[in-house]
C-alpha cells in the first residue's frame, strides 16, 4: 500500500520534473547566447563564494549544488584552469582538499548572474505572481533536506 504513489503524487512529479527541465534549458540557452559558461559553473561559483574564504570540500559542493552532478571534480578542474578556482590543502585532513573562489571566479559569477536573473524572470517569474512564486518554493522546500 505505500509503496505505490497516488495519482496526485505521480502528477505533481511528473509536473515537476517537466517545470525543472523547461526552466534550465532556458537558462542553459540565455548562458550559451552571450558566450557565457553553463549554469553548473555558475551554481559552483555561487556556492563557492557564498562560503567564503574557507571554501568548500568537493563532497560538500556536490550536495550543495542545484544541479544534479555526476562528476564534480572534472567540473573543479576546468574551472580552476580558468583560474576562477583554487585547490588549497585541507587543514584538518592532509589528504583532503578545499576549493576556494579566485577574484577572477567572483567577476565571473558577477558577470554571469545578469542574464541568469533575466532567464529566472521569463522561466518562472513571469509566469507567476509573488505569493504562488513563495507558495512553490514553500511546497517544494518540503521535498529536500532542507526541508526536514
Given at each position: 500500500m505505500g509503496h505505490r504513489p497516488t495519482e496526485a503524487a505521480v502528477d505533481a512529479w511528473i509536473a515537476l520534473m517537466r517545470a525543472q527541465q523547461t526552466a534550465l534549458l532556458k537558462i542553459e540557452r540565455a548562458f550559451r547566447d552571450a558566450n557565457l559558461p553553463s549554469h553548473a559553473w555558475?551554481?559552483?561559483?555561487?556556492?563557492?563564494?557564498?562560503?567564503g574564504e574557507a571554501g568548500l570540500r568537493p563532497l560538500e559542493i556536490e550536495?550543495?549544488?542545484?544541479?544534479?552532478?555526476?562528476?564534480?571534480?572534472?567540473?573543479?578542474?576546468?574551472?580552476?584552469?580558468?583560474?576562477?578556482?583554487e585547490?588549497?590543502?585541507?587543514?584538518?585532513?592532509?589528504?583532503g582538499q578545499r576549493v576556494v573562489i579566485t577574484s577572477a571566479g567572483r567577476d565571473m559569477?558577477?558577470?554571469?548572474?545578469?542574464?541568469?536573473?533575466?532567464?529566472?524572470?521569463?522561466?518562472?517569474g513571469k509566469h507567476l505572481s509573488e505569493r504562488e512564486a513563495l507558495s512553490i518554493a514553500a511546497l517544494l522546500t518540503k521535498l529536500t533536506d532542507r526541508g526536514r
Amino acid at each position: 500500500m505505500g509503496h505505490r504513489p497516488t495519482e496526485a503524487a505521480v502528477d505533481a512529479w511528473i509536473a515537476l520534473m517537466r517545470a525543472q527541465q523547461t526552466a534550465l534549458l532556458k537558462i542553459e540557452r540565455a548562458f550559451r547566447d552571450a558566450n557565457l559558461p553553463s549554469h553548473a559553473w555558475y551554481d559552483v561559483l555561487w556556492e563557492l563564494e557564498r562560503a567564503g574564504e574557507a571554501g568548500l570540500r568537493p563532497l560538500e559542493i556536490e550536495r550543495q549544488i542545484l544541479i544534479a552532478q555526476s562528476n564534480i571534480s572534472r567540473l573543479i578542474d576546468r574551472l580552476e584552469e580558468k583560474g576562477y578556482v583554487e585547490r588549497r590543502p585541507c587543514e584538518d585532513d592532509g589528504r583532503g582538499q578545499r576549493v576556494v573562489i579566485t577574484s577572477a571566479g567572483r567577476d565571473m559569477r558577477k558577470r554571469m548572474w545578469p542574464v541568469y536573473g533575466k532567464a529566472i524572470t521569463d522561466a518562472v517569474g513571469k509566469h507567476l505572481s509573488e505569493r504562488e512564486a513563495l507558495s512553490i518554493a514553500a511546497l517544494l522546500t518540503k521535498l529536500t533536506d532542507r526541508g526536514r
